[in-house]
């Protein structure tokens, strides 16, 4: 019973895929151009915004939980998020739902774009259905923001506290008349040394407001310096490769890291002697010792190479419950230090692939990031997916709730190929580790015909040097 399920689970993710307008290979485009003098019509008022920041991780997560109402004579669909200029390329994840019915599809979001010169640029949401005059709604806004803490200090000692800082606005931006509103701040420790604005402080929340009637893009500046013993782990790229082998029955992923550590540098020279000495009691440290890699039941032949090559100082565990690959770098990376390195390994491919019975039909379902799983989080600048088909394939279609900033098919030549393999390469910015949830659905034809033309190929291949070796040998 649960094995037709899952194919009738299957099916419909196919049909889904099928007929979506998003799986087009076509890049991308995010920006809607607008007038230079450009500013949201005041056609919504905020009822009620409750703001919610979370700091637990090296990253700033954000939800805005905000009862909206028509003030227009008109009927409305068009609401707009503000964020400074500098900030919003560090935006990541942007979604909106209704907050009533969360079940429901998210809400279209774009960016767009007026005047690059101004201090102020705009998310635009279209609701998915216009709101009537005098009606309300409950949106439910959730982002993350990149690199957008501080160290502070700048340096430390190799065994010294770490603290972040993160400055802020206690009033939530918006572009429009915000009759009472709260700001809530959850700090992952109650060690919070220095705070401005005098908030309601509650262990390691700290609450700002009520505020009451806040006009259309009010400010008020506050900060809060707060200890982070942890690294601030960001990857500006990964290069994550998956390639299915239908013969072999194999699916083998490999990632490439550029790593850095986001943390405060080291004030003096780093002490091997030092950091051999705390390793007996393992203190809080904010360099990075350390990477965790929950891997899909069934996971084997890991590897992990750097620069210099194969890296011992790692363990891969695997049994009937979980595999998990534990990456141990070289060296610890402190704050300012980089390190790139490749990882990969194989997989069973029935566990991911799925034949449909009629036609030529192959569903294929891998997560869009895997990855490190760590409890300060990790951060992506930019991501570069490629998914290696059998080559032969066609009509190829793909389905993913991550934002995709391009989307491109092209060929991949590798051993004894004769074309090419078909190859989907997808691009994303400013994702974040909580992106280990989310699928990608790549749907394509592979015909019995391009099933046989490796083997053939390969025959031909061997039968023409013998042929030629017995034509040598018949010169005499």
């Not at 998003?22 to 905020?46: D, G, M």
């Not at 850095?260 to 091997?272: D, E, I, P, Q, V």
């Not at 007996?280 to 350390?290: D, G, H, K, V």
Request: aromatic share 12%.
């Amino acid at each position: 019973m649960r094995s037709s399920t899952h194919i009738a689970t299957w099916f419909g993710l196919f049909a889904l895929v099928c007929a979506a307008n998003s799986n087009s290979t076509a890049p991308l485009s995010s920006n809607i151009i607008l007038p230079e003098n450009f500013k949201p019509p005041q056609v919504f008022k905020n009822v009620n915004l409750l703001r919610n920041i979370n700091l637990e991780k090296g990253y700033i997560r954000e939800r805005i939980n905000v009862v909206i109402e028509n003030t227009d004579a008109h009927q409305q669909d068009e609401y707009y998020i503000p964020f400074k200029a500098e900030v919003i390329g560090k935006v990541g994840g942007l979604e909106v739902k209704d907050k009533k019915n969360p079940e429901k599809p998210k809400f279209q979001t774009e960016v767009v774009e007026f005047d690059p010169y101004s201090p102020t640029q705009f998310f635009k949401v279209t609701l998915p259905e216009p709101l009537q005059k005098s009606s309300q709604a409950t949106l439910s806004i959730s982002y993350h923001l990149l690199s957008s803490l501080i160290p502070l200090p700048a340096t430390i000692k190799q065994d010294d506290k770490q603290f972040l800082l993160y400055a802020f606005s206690a009033l939530s931006p918006s572009a429009y008349l915000t009759q009472n509103q709260k700001t809530k701040i959850k700090f992952p420790t109650v060690e919070i040394s220095d705070f401005t604005s005098e908030p309601q402080r509650q262990g390691s929340t700290f609450t700002y407001g009520p505020y009451e009637n806040t006009p259309a893009g009010a400010e008020q500046e506050a900060s809060a310096r707060y200890e982070f013993t942890k690294p601030v782990i960001h990857a500006t790229l990964l290069e994550r490769d998956v390639e299915i082998s239908q013969w072999g029955g194999n699916l083998a992923t490999e990632e490439r890291y550029w790593l850095t550590n986001k943390g405060a540098s080291l004030a003096n020279h780093f002490s091997r002697v030092t950091w051999a000495t705390t390793q007996y009691y393992n203190p809080p440290t904010s360099a990075l010792r350390t990477l965790h890699m929950p891997l899909k039941i069934g996971s084997l032949n890991p590897y992990f190479i750097d620069d210099i090559g194969n890296v011992s100082t790692s363990r891969f565990r695997s049994n009937r419950d979980e595999a998990t690959l534990e990456l141990k770098p070289r060296y610890p990376v402190f704050g300012g230090w980089n390190y790139s390195f490749r990882t990969g390994w194989d997989a069973n491919l029935k566990g991911f692939l799925r034949i449909l019975e009629h036609g030529n039909g192959h569903v294929l379902r891998v997560p869009f990031l895997e990855g490190p799983k760590m409890g300060e989080g990790i951060s992506y600048e930019k991501v570069e997916l490629r998914i290696i088909l059998p080559e032969g394939a066609t009509n190829i279609k793909y389905q993913t709730s991550v934002p995709l900033v391009s989307a491109e098919i092209s060929t991949h030549k590798t051993f004894m190929d004769t074309l090419g393999r078909t190859c989907l390469k997808l691009s994303a910015m400013n994702l974040i580790d909580e992106s280990r949830d989310e699928d990608l659905f790549v749907t394509y034809d592979y015909s019995f015909s391009a099933a046989l033309r490796k083997p053939i190929t390969v025959f031909l291949g061997v039968a023409t040097v013998f042929v030629a070796a017995w034509a040598v040998g018949r010169l005499n």
